[in-house]
């Protein structure tokens, strides 16, 4: 299997697989393993259609389905677009944010934290619409041993409704209101800040930049450190950013890395197109147990 490195200390793309025929089991055991190794894996010139994306999904673990259900597609709800295309009527057929979102972790707002991100590029504009990614055990080894002790023994309370409540807020247009019986299947969770990779067993960051409350000390105090430790992770030496070609899939390791889109401005008249899955991987210290159960709450209508 020929490789190429993205960084020196993460990320790996894999030349010469298509991903749309049957990959034997040796093979995938050897991805997966590259997976968990280098945190990102890409594969480009990909024809993956949403029913070969959503049984790699299966394949890597058990997806979950996106809360903003509008946009997940009905025969493949494992697989949500995003993006600012519309449909034949002029209809947002994809989830946008006017800006783009900073750096972030997909899925701090659940219990289970060991997660597998799939981007898949439909369509690209001409100019924008990049990926940032950087590494959590490399930020981890980097900063000061006094903001180390700091977060040693810190928790974060998540919540998947601080998150998306201010993007509603911001946009009506944006997506679907949660119902309450929506809401109440996200519950606040806590996470420590500092954790062990259960594959890798590299220490890692593990951040939310919108957490609502700290174990032990104030708010303003844990953002504060936080965002002392993103500065270190986010220095350019440490970015890997991904230009985006159509075809490309880039799967990535969130319990190990933190990404971010970039500015939306320079492409807004243009057209972007992802399909993205979000999957739970195995081994995990903590379990959603009732992960089948919120999956059937947020199936497309």
Known sequence: MDTQALMPNFGLELLDIDLSSPIDDACFGKILDLYFEYSVLLFRGQ?????????????????????????????????????????????????FVQGGFGWHTDGTSACHVDAATFLYAVEVPKKGGDTLLCSTSTAYENIPQSLRDQLSDLKMLCSFHAHNDPLLEKDRDSHIPLTEKERLALPPVWHDIVQVHPVTGRAVLYMNFDPIEFNSVSLNVGEQWLQEALAIATED?????????????????????????????????????????????????????????????????
């Open 47 to 95: 024809d993956m259609s949403p029913g070969c994306q959503a049984a790699l999904a299966h394949r890597f673990g058990r997806p979950k389905i996106e809360t903003r259900k509008q946009f997940n597609l009905k025969e493949n709800p494992e697989v949500s677009t995003i993006g600012n295309a519309k449909d034949a009527d002029g209809k947002d057929a994809a989830f």
């Open 237 to 301: 030496k440490y970015v890997y950013r991904h230009r985006w070609i159509p075809g490309d899939l880039l799967i990535w390791d969130n319990h190990a890395m933190l990404h971010s889109g970039t500015p939306t401005a320079c492409y807004e008249r243009d057209k972007r197109l992802m399909h993205r899955s979000f999957v739970y991987t195995q081994p995990t210290e903590r379990t959603l147990e009732n992960l089948d159960e919120v999956n059937e709450i947020f199936l497309p209508v």
